[in-house]
């Protein structure tokens, strides 16, 4: 290749002073595998096999873009950029040659440097600056109904009407502090990361029962890859739903559309084979009816309790369990000399089947009727564009979704408050015009029927294969 040199992985990090070996894509694209990851950053090369497993975001996370250019993703996640890039100094092995594009494979170059352009340009307008005012009032109101839910029981009696109540009042509580907690992950609300996570910890742990290191480690792969099997965990949910491409998709087709992109690659993990080779779970030609019994009453009961229970001790998050049971001895403290055991038992089931209904219809609304399938290499903004929808804006809905409702904004710059996307959205439609690409905007009860939709739709794919093959 001319002066394109490649050290083996193992020979350590560039020194200083000296000139940095070049790289071709096609040399980086080979490292791309358990225990050899390469990724670029601004054109850089840096070799994260041994330190991914020491990466706050989890190796999963920065894993996830092995031989790639992964330098809008690095701005994306990261307040103070200058500051990682001390981290990653140390893992520097090279820089792409001169002659090589910045971005591998067939993407829309312009498409990228136009983004970048607008990230800039948001920045100059302080659109990743917080309003103190805005978030103190959400904490406060969470806060507030926290109190009221009780206050109701203490001066009306645990009647089956003011139970009810109380229990509708906490749910939403308990909706509008995972906004909140979800805020402090994409630490958007302060200027320092680790206000951020201490912040995190307490609405997550104290107000909610939950592990905040457990909601990052798959939050952050959701933004990375959304919508990618294997790599986002919101969509990787076979064998009780079948999603977009999982629906007919066998594993020897998803290996040879992964070889003809990566020929280097050869391990990559593939959904397996559903429609076309007969394997059948569940009546997936139903999903979209059993889906009301075990989707929304039980996501948060049931899985988010248990996954989460099992990443804090298997991690060993310690400090996690414990604000977490703060959560827990609180509730039950407060309630328990209402009910007893079994009343304040089934008070907290209540609580949380009518949470869960919230965090499937809302969260789900802007992901599940859009594309699924395996990894496309795209660049930042069309992967994120490809996944995502937003719905009409107006003050209930906005305050309802945790401005969820802006799911395309949220994607784009995730560490930016959510008081600002309303702010941004011109920008970003401007850029998918110029770009041809779709900014899809949809009423909010029309999002929430889409959901049902998708999901009769690839079961009727799977059907069709299943009955065919």
């Given at each position: 290749?001319?002066?394109?040199?490649?050290?083996?992985?193992?020979?350590?990090?560039?020194?200083?002073?000296?000139?940095?070996?070049?790289?071709?894509?096609?040399?980086?694209?080979?490292?791309?595998?358990?225990?050899?990851?390469?990724?670029?950053?601004?054109?850089?090369?840096?070799?994260?096999?041994?330190?991914?497993?020491?990466?706050?975001?989890?190796?999963?996370?920065?894993?996830?873009?092995?031989?790639?250019?992964?330098?809008?993703?690095?701005?994306?996640?990261?307040?103070?950029?200058?500051?990682?890039?001390?981290?990653?100094?140390?893992?520097?092995?090279?820089?792409?040659?001169?002659?090589?594009?910045?971005?591998?494979?067939?993407?829309?170059?312009?498409?990228?440097?136009?983004?970048?352009?607008?990230?800039?340009?948001?920045?100059?307008?302080?659109?990743?600056?917080?309003?103190?005012?805005?978030?103190?009032?959400?904490?406060?109101?969470?806060?507030?109904?926290?109190?009221?839910?009780?206050?109701?029981?203490?001066?009306?009696?645990?009647?089956?009407?003011?139970?009810?109540?109380?229990?509708?009042?906490?749910?939403?509580?308990?909706?509008?502090?995972?906004?909140?907690?979800?805020?402090?992950?994409?630490?958007?609300?302060?200027?320092?990361?680790?206000?951020?996570?201490?912040?995190?910890?307490?609405?997550?742990?104290?107000?909610?029962?939950?592990?905040?290191?457990?909601?990052?480690?798959?939050?952050?792969?959701?933004?990375?890859k959304p919508n990618i099997f294997h790599k986002?965990?919101?969509?990787?949910?076979?064998?009780?739903?079948?999603?977009?491409?999982?629906?007919?998709?066998?594993?020897?087709?998803?290996?040879?559309?992964?070889?003809?992109?990566?020929?280097?690659?050869?391990?990559?993990?593939?959904?397996?084979?559903?429609?076309?080779?007969?394997?059948?779970?569940?009546?997936?030609?139903?999903?979209?009816?059993?889906?009301?019994?075990?989707?929304?009453?039980?996501?948060?009961?049931?899985?988010?309790?248990?996954?989460?229970?099992?990443?804090?001790?298997?991690?060993?998050?310690?400090?996690?369990?414990?604000?977490?049971?703060?959560?827990?001895?609180?509730?039950?403290?407060?309630?328990?000399?209402?009910?007893?055991?079994?009343?304040?038992?089934?008070?907290?089931?209540?609580?949380?089947?009518?949470?869960?209904?919230?965090?499937?219809?809302?969260?789900?609304?802007?992901?599940?009727?859009?594309?699924?399938?395996?990894?496309?290499?795209?660049?930042?903004?069309?992967?994120?564009?490809?996944?995502?929808?937003?719905?009409?804006?107006?003050?209930?809905?906005?305050?309802?979704?945790?401005?969820?409702?802006?799911?395309?904004?949220?994607?784009?710059?995730?560490?930016?408050?959510?008081?600002?996307?309303?702010?941004?959205?011109?920008?970003?439609?401007?850029?998918?015009?110029?770009?041809?690409?779709?900014?899809?905007?949809?009423?909010?009860?029309?999002?929430?029927?889409?959901?049902?939709?998708?999901?009769?739709k690839s079961g009727d794919i799977w059907l069709?294969?299943?009955?065919?093959?």
């Amino acid at each position: 290749m001319g002066g394109v040199g490649e050290p083996g992985p193992r020979e350590g990090p560039a020194q200083p002073g000296a000139p940095l070996p070049t790289f071709c894509w096609e040399q980086i694209r080979a490292h791309d595998q358990p225990g050899d990851k390469w990724l670029v950053i601004e054109r850089r090369v840096y070799d994260i096999s041994r330190w991914a497993q020491r990466h706050p975001g989890g190796s999963r996370l920065i894993g996830h873009h092995g031989a790639e250019d992964a330098t809008d993703a690095f701005r994306a996640f990261h307040q103070d950029l200058n500051f990682v890039r001390k981290f990653l100094q140390p893992l520097l092995i090279g820089e792409l040659a001169p002659e090589e594009p910045s971005q591998d494979g067939p993407l829309n170059a312009q498409l990228v440097e136009d983004f970048r352009a607008l990230h800039q340009a948001a920045e100059d307008m302080k659109l990743f600056d917080a309003s103190p005012t805005f978030f103190a009032f959400l904490l406060g109101h969470i806060l507030a109904m926290e109190v009221l839910a009780w206050l109701l029981i203490y001066l009306l009696g645990p009647g089956w009407v003011p139970s009810a109540l109380a229990a509708f009042i906490l749910a939403i509580s308990q909706a509008q502090s995972w906004c909140l907690q979800h805020d402090l992950g994409h630490a958007s609300i302060f200027k320092k990361s680790w206000w951020n996570h201490v912040a995190q910890k307490f609405v997550m742990g104290q107000l909610k029962g939950f592990s905040a290191h457990w909601w990052n480690f798959r939050h952050f792969q959701h933004h990375a890859k959304p919508n990618i099997f294997h790599k986002d965990p919101d969509v990787t949910v076979a064998p009780v739903f079948l999603l977009g491409e999982s629906s007919v998709e066998p594993r020897d087709l998803a290996r040879e559309k992964e070889v003809a992109w990566r020929a280097a690659v050869s391990s990559r993990r593939l959904s397996p084979q559903y429609g076309k080779k007969k394997r059948r779970y569940l009546p997936y030609n139903q999903q979209h009816l059993y889906f009301f019994l075990i989707g929304p009453p039980l996501l948060t009961l049931v899985n988010f309790e248990v996954e989460n229970l099992a990443y804090m001790l298997v991690c060993m998050q310690w400090a996690d369990l414990l604000w977490a049971a703060s959560f827990y001895a609180r509730f039950f403290l407060s309630y328990l000399p209402f009910y007893g055991v079994p009343g304040v038992l089934l008070f907290f089931v209540a609580v949380r089947v009518l949470e869960s209904h919230w965090f499937v219809w809302i969260t789900q609304m802007n992901h599940i009727p859009k594309e699924i399938g395996h990894e496309k290499h795209r660049d930042w903004v069309s992967s994120q564009l490809a996944a995502t929808c937003n719905v009409e804006p107006s003050l209930f809905t906005n305050w309802f979704s945790g401005h969820l409702n802006f799911q395309i904004e949220h994607h784009l710059f995730p560490r930016m408050p959510r008081h600002n996307y309303s702010r941004v959205a011109p920008l970003v439609k401007s850029l998918c015009a110029k770009h041809g690409l779709s900014y899809e905007v949809k009423p909010f009860l029309t999002a929430l029927v889409d959901i049902v939709r998708s999901l009769k739709k690839s079961g009727d794919i799977w059907l069709d294969a299943y009955l065919h093959q």
